[in-house]
């Protein structure tokens, strides 16, 4: 008998097959230590505790619970897992609404908590793939964020921005080709294209940190 048998699965199929022990999905499971080692690497660059810190238990947290999804292939850790997304895509949102000068610095904890909230309440109730379109959702209105922000005239260099963006849709059209079938092989447990989208998704991490980490004076 296989040790998640008895959970609710997942609603997403990956390319890797699914094998009956503990760790379902070696190479979607362990690729996920690349988002704890750049969480790591984010929090030993704060000299205290302030808004990055939380980018960096973000990516930690994504690595984690997206470990334990793929090691299970369970509904309950998919929930955690698109929930774990939500913490780090909200938080680069957030900051964003305090350049923009929309939201004052000193309510950042309350409405980054808040839409956190929202977002994963509604997930639960609405269930199924719902959380993937809702992070989908996010995505773009932090691209929009960014793009008024710019009209603003604001000050800033965007190379880090930008290389981040490029490196999401190169690692999107990955993930979606993993599920597709365009490029597979279900017997390999080294290299499957969901792999590579973790590994390029912790790189996306560290390059909006860096690019957010330019307005250090004005989010913390």
Known sequence: ???????SPATLRFCEEMLC????????????????????????????????????????????????YHASMTYFWQFFDVSSMFMLILLALTFNLVRGKILPRK?????????LFFSMVTMFFLQGQSGEWIF????????????????????????FFIKAICVFFLA???WVGDIQGWWCDPSNHI??????????????????????????????
């Open 136 to 159: 989908a959702s996010q995505v773009v209105i932090l691209i929009l964020s960014e793009i008024k922000i710019l009209r603003q005239g604001e000050k800033a260099s965007y190379k």
């Open 107 to 115: 309510l950042f904890t309350k409405a980054y908590l808040s839409m």
């Open 21 to 68: 022990g503990s760790v379902r999905q070696p190479a979607n499971t362990f690729s996920n230590i690349a988002f704890i080692f750049v969480g790591i690497l984010i929090l030993g660059k704060q000299k205290k505790w302030n808004p990055f810190s939380l980018m960096g238990i973000a990516s930690v947290a994504i690595g984690i619970s997206s470990g334990i």
């Open 191 to 220: 290299l499957q294209g969901h792999a590579i989208w973790h590994i390029l998704n912790a790189c996306v991490i560290w390059l909006l940190y860096c690019f957010y980490k330019t307005f250090e004076e004005k989010l913390v």
């Open 1 to 7: 008998m296989c040790p998640w048998q008895d959970w």
């Open 172 to 174: 999107f059209l990955i």
